[in-house]
């Protein structure tokens, strides 16, 4: 992978060097910190939005986020908690939508819809009443490794632990109402409450990813690990365990490149999160290509 | 008339109202262990209201109705059901024997431990084997979004068995199959029914892909419900009386059974949404 430093960075092309100076200083600690905890839950939760098909929601979830924040910056109580409060109330209006079936999928889009324009003129409103603000609106947007605290890490490490601990419970018979809603619910699975309980998982998770990547940026961390490792594999467990290796590396390999650049964070994630989803479908597109002359006849 | 007890399904004057309007009605119903029956019906008319009361889903208005010696939804762990549904999406990305998996153990909370204990290497005998039986092993390693629609057909079918079931309800599995698809699921589905001795009740919009595997046949209609051997309830006199509007029952040279005069929209697919 190819860091293009700039001229003033001390990138030594030593690993062992430039690892130590890259933890040097504790801000960069704490990115490292805060950027692992997001890139697993992001990996995790993702790799189900994506078998859900589900995208379209978590891109207003991540959207929603960004008013929050502003909202929350505003009222100068604190960026994480206008994430965490709008993404979670954003999850609920999503579910409270109806749903189900493909009768009602353009209905329910075209309300996801509604909600993500609404949040983003909110978010528009409160950049321009918080008037000394604009130039976090940058970082709310693409994202920011600046100044993440202690007390910042351990509520992102909170959350995202409890996400995932919610994962491992309902992992399976979610895995199944996502697969096949009809027969799982035939079977005793709780479809409804499962897809409520997945929503909030999803916003919780949007409003971690957005505080490294920025709101627009979300997808680079919750999209492109899962479709890259879903091209790869069609094993559940295989392309899980992928998705948040994918989403691991892409993050580490994003702080380090910003850090020794004066690029922007969103940027590198983004791009080389974008980098394996183009060489895993390469891959997926080049295995399938020769198929169906040497797949055995059904 | 045979002992009710005994029966896998029994019913006696069953019927089902649902938001005030009577479903079916008058429906005397048995069947024995190990049969093969069809649920034979026009659009609308309450074939999967029938598999919903079976399964306890959907109360009796009127009547009763015994399920595997119990009543309906007492005994389902002892039934595989496939609902009426929509083919998988192509870009699905799980394989076919994750998906028959599922039917063993997904609705189970909680995440299986890594490394190969007993109770792992025994789901994957029973789903290999179950898979084995719909011959279904060439491909069930694919992703099932990139299978047939009678490849898909066949692994739901193993994962409504994978629990050995004793009573399968299989709603509309030939729907939107091309017509060899049709004959060899409906094969595939008696042999199932004689060889591991599994009752079944099949709903079908068409009688002609299953009609030499059948032991018996309910028609529903707007009247009330006929239950009886093909021979016996596929006939213009019985069809003209249950609909109360002139029914005619044509044999083909090919015992092919075409029923005209049927109130029934013309469009094949027509129901294929359908969710009374």
Redesign the interface.
């Known amino acids: 992978m190819v860091v293009v430093a700039d001229a003033g960075a001390r990138l030594t092309w030593n690993l062992v060097t430039d690892t130590r100076q890259l933890f040097a200083f504790h801000f960069m600690v704490n990115a490292f910190r805060a950027g692992t905890v997001v890139a697993v839950a992001a990996g995790a939760i993702g790799w189900f939005m994506v078998?859900r098909?589900q995208a379209f929601a978590g891109h207003t979830l991540a959207l929603v986020g960004f008013p929050g924040a502003a909202g929350a910056t505003w009222l100068g109580i604190g960026a994480a908690w206008g994430f965490f409060g709008f993404c979670s109330i954003a999850a609920l209006s999503i579910a409270a939508l109806p749903h189900r079936?493909?009768?009602g999928y353009s209905e329910q889009s075209a309300g996801i819809g509604v909600i993500q324009a609404f949040a983003l003129a909110c978010g528009f409103l409160f950049v321009s009443l918080y008037r000394g603000f604009l130039n976090g609106v940058n970082a709310l947007l693409f994202g920011s490794f600046l100044g993440i605290t202690d007390g910042q890490v351990l509520v992102l490490l909170v959350v995202g632990a409890v996400a995932l601990a919610v994962l491992?419970?309902?992992?399976?018979?979610l895995?199944?109402a996502s697969?096949?809603p009809?027969?799982?619910e035939?079977?005793?699975?709780p479809v409804r409450v499962l897809s409520l309980v997945f929503l909030l998982l999803l916003g919780l998770t949007v409003a971690e990813v957005s505080q490294i990547t920025g709101t627009l940026l979300v997808f680079a961390l919750l999209v492109m690990p899962a479709a890259a490792a879903?091209?790869l594999?069609?094993?559940?467990a295989s392309?899980l365990a992928l998705t948040v290796a994918i989403s691991l590396v892409v993050t580490w390999a994003g702080l380090g490149a910003a850090y020794y650049s004066p690029y922007p964070i969103g940027f590198f994630v983004t791009s080389f999160a974008f980098a394996v989803y183009a060489a895993a479908t390469a891959t997926a597109a080049v295995r399938r290509a020769p198929g169906p002359n040497i797949?055995?006849?059904? | 008339m045979r002992e009710a007890a005994r029966d896998a399904i029994h019913a006696r004057g069953a019927a089902v109202a649902l938001g005030g309007r009577t479903v079916w009605q008058g429906l005397d119903l048995a069947v024995g262990q190990g049969e093969f029956v069809a649920v034979l019906g026009p659009n609308g008319v309450g074939k999967s209201t029938l598999v919903k009361a079976i399964?306890g889903l959907v109360p009796l208005s009127a009547g009763a109705l015994s399920v595997l010696g119990g009543r309906p939804g007492e005994h389902n762990a002892g039934i595989g059901?496939?609902?009426q549904?929509?083919a998988?999406?192509a870009g699905?990305?799980?394989?076919g024997v994750?998906?028959v998996r599922?039917?063993l153990?997904?609705?189970?909370?909680?995440?299986?431990l890594p490394g190969r204990t007993r109770r792992r290497r025994d789901a994957d005998a029973r789903v290999a084997d179950v898979v084995n039986l719909v011959d279904a092993t060439?491909?069930a390693k694919?992703?099932i979004g990139e299978?047939?629609g009678g490849?898909q057909q066949r692994l739901?079918i193993a994962?409504a068995l994978v629990r050995r079931p004793r009573l399968l309800l299989l709603d509309e599995p030939l729907d939107s199959l091309d017509l060899p698809n049709q004959a060899a699921v409906a094969a595939l589905v008696s042999r199932i029914c004689h060889d591991e001795g599994v009752t079944v009740v099949m709903v079908a919009h068409d009688v002609n892909p299953i009609l030499p595997y059948v032991d018996d046949v309910v028609y529903l209609g707007p009247g009330g419900a006929v239950a009886g051997a093909p021979k016996q309830v596929i006939t213009s006199a019985t069809l003209t009386r249950l609909f109360g509007t002139p029914i005619e029952v044509l044999q083909a040279s090919d015992g092919r059974l075409v029923v005209v005069g049927q109130p029934e929209p013309p469009a094949y697919h027509a129901d294929r949404?359908e969710?009374p």
């Not at chain 2, 153990?105 to 299986?112: A, F, L, S």
């Open positions: 078998l098909r079936d493909a009768r491992v419970v309902a992992g399976r018979p895995l199944f697969v096949d009809g027969i799982a035939a079977r005793g699975v879903q091209a594999t069609a094993r559940p392309s797949a055995p006849a059904p | 399964l059901y496939l609902p549904r929509r998988f999406d699905l990305r799980v394989r994750d998906v599922l039917g153990d997904g609705d189970r909370w909680g995440v299986p060439a491909y694919r992703p299978i047939s490849e739901l994962q949404h969710h």
